[in-house]
């Protein structure tokens, strides 16, 4: 079953924008993640932000949690073509990490 | 440093038959964890195993099963395939699964005619 909601379904931008994506869950967590898939292929971890922190960054991105409200949101500055993809948040009920809960998913497109 | 590597990439079946899709995790990850990607369910866990015990498992039938060998490679098998089978089945790995970022492969999209 999936536990995160995100939106928007699908999102698209022109390179030098701002791109924020939502992931809203549903019971208690020990970490959310945000993983990225190309069409078709693996997914690559982008972030991890454990349930007792509100913000982290790691370059262009920004995540944000909030734990009371059961939300977490991904910023990607300055979008690049690159950042085309599709986006994920996920969720880490239990501490066992290779169980993942995993959202909806967002799909980016940047376009020039 | 190698990644995760699954073999097949692409792989077509006829109801009824079984499957058995391989994953290789990074040396030195001892859990390898196994998802299933459809269009309409999204990203589901089916099983994850550690030093050969399978550890969890997700909501899927019987049919579907996995077993991790001594070197860490992990197998999973689905029998009697339904159309509803048709998905990409991602494997990942970690060291030892706690708290950690999952590494994935690139897949096997299965096709179930």
């Known amino acids: 079953s999936q536990q995160g909601e995100e939106d928007p379904q699908a999102l698209s931008i022109q390179e030098g924008e701002n791109a924020t994506m939502n992931c809203s869950y549903k019971?208690?967590?020990?970490?959310l993640q945000w993983y990225r898939q190309n069409s078709g292929r693996g997914l690559v971890h982008l972030i991890l932000?454990?349930?007792?922190?509100r913000e982290k960054h790691s370059g262009r991105l920004r995540v944000t949690l909030d734990t009371s409200k059961k939300s977490s949101s991904l910023l990607i500055t300055a979008s690049r073509a690159a950042d085309t993809a599709s986006y994920f948040c996920?969720?880490?009920?239990?501490?066992?990490?290779?169980?993942?809960?995993f959202g909806t998913g967002t799909r980016l497109q940047v376009t020039l | 440093k190698a990644g995760v590597t699954q073999t097949p990439r692409y792989l077509i079946k006829t109801r009824g038959q079984q499957v058995t899709l391989s994953c290789s995790p990074i040396?030195?990850?001892?859990?390898v964890s196994w998802y299933q990607q459809t269009p309409g369910q999204g990203l589901q866990f089916l099983f994850e195993?550690?030093?050969?015990?399978?550890?969890n498992k997700g909501n899927f039938p019987g049919r579907f099963s996995g077993r991790q060998f001594s070197n860490s490679r992990s197998e999973m098998n689905v029998s009697t395939l339904e159309l509803g089978d048709s998905a990409l089945y991602l494997c990942?790995?970690?060291?030892?699964?706690?708290?950690?970022?999952?590494?994935f492969g690139s897949g096997t999209q299965l096709s179930v005619l």
């Open positions: 195993y550690f030093s050969e015990t399978q550890r």
């Open positions: 996920a969720t880490d009920e239990t501490g066992t990490a290779s169980k993942l809960t």
């Open positions: 040396s030195g990850h001892r859990s």
């Open positions: 932000i454990r349930s007792n922190e």
């Open positions: 990942a790995s970690t060291r030892d699964g706690n708290n950690e970022k999952l590494f």
């Open positions: 019971t208690s967590i020990n970490n």
